[in-house]
């Protein structure tokens, strides 16, 4: 019988209290009214090996109270059976593992395993690496242990943490190989309704980079997170499975009020994205709102979280004056230029974006490309006083300029083609920062509609002839700078000329014109 032991650390008081053993007849009985277990624990991690051999038992001060303890057994203590209740168990974070603390519950045990009915509801959860500061929880569950050959295994079933928020039930089943290298888990949990302040509370941050963490926080403005699941399966040595050898997968509905892909893009509203964190990365699927228009999100994410390059890839079917204001309230009008962004219009048109958006290196590495494919669109050049209906063909930009070749439409239901090139990576000559060519058949009417000052020509020309016009910008105008070029072509094939011989001429009449503006 021992009445009491105690061990004093400053405050710290830790007791082995009335304990009585007794043995008769090759069988065994004892009790113990009160057993603090972190002087026992210490007392084994003595014994705990060389480095990487139990060093986690031997650094995570494994501690609690158990009380009112009854066991019984035979001498060989080949078999054995104990009972009790715990409180306050615990043990301490050890690198990159976690802690916990306030644990308790009845239990029971033998050489094959036992039980452990936890009901803990002023726990901590404490993970300084992932989420610094510690995070009370409630756990609520059942967790057994058994052998399995040389190795020990725990499980739970129907097991509930609540904590900071989140409200998780979990099924798992963890395997401690006799060899002590990393346990094996396999874990199928699902998470209640949460909102994004509570999401940004769970970061694993010594997995992800500050940038990538820095994004979430700031692209997460306000919304909720459903349907939330988290999958578990593999060898934790190789966390977080970048060699294939386990798989994590968290996934979720995410729908959020507001959402925002960059610092400096307007923020996108009532989004509806199904994201999967898979461990190296994260994937995204969906639909959003984007200053009036709908947009579906392609698969987009991170592919690893060490790189932190966000991929956006979107796809619209909109109508041109809705599309308009992405050009021109983003970035993107660096990119495409004021020509493009001063184009008025409206009707059907599809758009294909992909964005890359370098979140370590910062924005000068961001790369953003795209198509626009005009489906019958009415659009205005209004600084060239020009319209063109019933659009066709397609466009494209990137981090260069614009470009467009072949865009077909009509002008007063004459069919026309348009080219238009902007920026240092799509113009012909480096020297300009627009090119544009129109040609197509005109009618004179059109030409004096066109350009006013030409009316006086009304009663000289008349007909119809094939025209090519060349409008250029140099790079180097400034607002008050450089004029604008343009230059005009025609045989004027089809159009008679009213003046004087030597310059009359008939409309079947082919005479090379060519007009240019310095």
Known sequence: QIPEIAFRSGSDLQLIRDVRVSQANGRWRAQAAI?????????????AGKPGDGAWFGQSDLHGRLYGMRAYGDAARSQWHIAGKSEKLGFSPVGNAP????????FIADQQGGVLRLNAP?????WPVSFGKPIGSRFDGAVSWWRNGPDWESGTHGFRWQGD??????DAQMRFPADAGAPELNLAATLEPFGFTTAKRFWLQHLMPKATVDWLNMALVKGQVRDASVLVAGNLGHWPFDDRTG???AKATVLADTLKFAEDWPAADNAVLLADFNGPGFSAVGHTGFLGNRI???PSGIASFNDSE?????????????LMPVLRQTPLKS??????????????????????????KGPAHNDIGGTIDFKGTAMRMPEWNLAMQSVTGGARFDNDGFVTEGLLGRIARQPVRLDLRVGSGHVRNKANQVESEISGAFHTDTLWAFDPSLSDLRSVLKGQSDWRFTVTVPASRSNAGVPVQLSAVSDLSGTAIALPVPLRKSPAEVRTFSLNTL
């Open 165 to 170: 928020g989140l409200d998780m039930e979990m």
């Open 296 to 298: 579906a999100l392609k």
């Open 99 to 106: 802690g916990l603390d306030g644990l308790g519950g009845p």
């Open 247 to 249: 798989r994590f997968s």
């Open 122 to 126: 002023a726990g901590v959860l404490n």
């Open 335 to 360: 990119t495409v230029g004021t020509t493009v962004t001063a184009l008025q219009g409206s009707g059907p048109v599809s758009t294909d974006v992909r964005m890359l958006f370098a979140l370590a």
């Open 35 to 47: 057993l603090d277990i972190l002087p026992l624990s210490r007392l084994a991690s003595l014994d």
């Open 310 to 322: 966000l991929i956006i890839d979107v796809h619209a079917d909109s109508d041109f004056a809705r």
